[in-house]
């Protein structure tokens, strides 16, 4: 078993006034549908999501991914905050946005930690944790740019 935890924060700046781009954020499907690999997004109530990605593989092992979150917002301090839901599938992801105003429009953080066990042979850890850590890294980096593609931005680091 291989457990993977990988921290990502990025920012973005966009022209969308800070009160559009809240909106996009805080609104979990219209956000989730820049996501790639999003299988399904189901909406559990009470601000609570259940993300169904594509299978994921590492070499000949494949393995799905699924975990549900609640989400909190805080519009006066331009916050999203979610958090995974005890027993809700095989992967953590806890993060947060923070958006504030920015002199060409607005400006976006977001911060996400992943945690996830996957099945893998002893021998091929090393590999598999290197091929994951990849794989997430580039499913975030291609939401994040189209999200801030969406609101005419870019990705600043």
């Not at 989400?71 to 599938?89: F, K, L, M, N």
């Not at 996957?118 to 580039?138: E, F, I, N, Y």
Request: with cysteine; charged share 25%; hydrophobic share 40%.
């Amino acid at each position: 078993m291989v457990d993977l935890n990988v921290t990502i924060q990025r920012t973005l700046e966009v022209k969308w006034s800070r009160d559009e781009a809240y909106a996009l954020v805080a609104d979990v499907p219209r956000s989730a549908a820049h996501f790639p690999g999003l299988k399904g997004l189901d909406d559990l109530g009470d601000d609570v999501y259940r993300w169904r990605m594509e299978s994921l593989s590492v070499g000949k092992l494949g393995f799905d991914v699924g975990y549900a979150a609640r989400y909190v917002r805080d519009p006066a301090a331009g916050t999203v905050v979610w958090t995974t839901e005890p027993g809700s599938g095989n992967t953590l992801a806890d993060g947060t946005w923070t958006v504030t105003e920015s002199p060409e429009g607005a400006r976006l953080v977001f911060d996400n930690t992943i945690g996830v066990s996957v099945p893998v042979p002893r021998l091929m850890v090393r590999v598999a944790r290197k091929a994951l850590v990849q794989m997430c890294s580039r499913q975030v980096s291609t939401y994040l740019r189209a999200i801030a593609k969406t609101m005419d931005g870019r990705l600043i680091d």
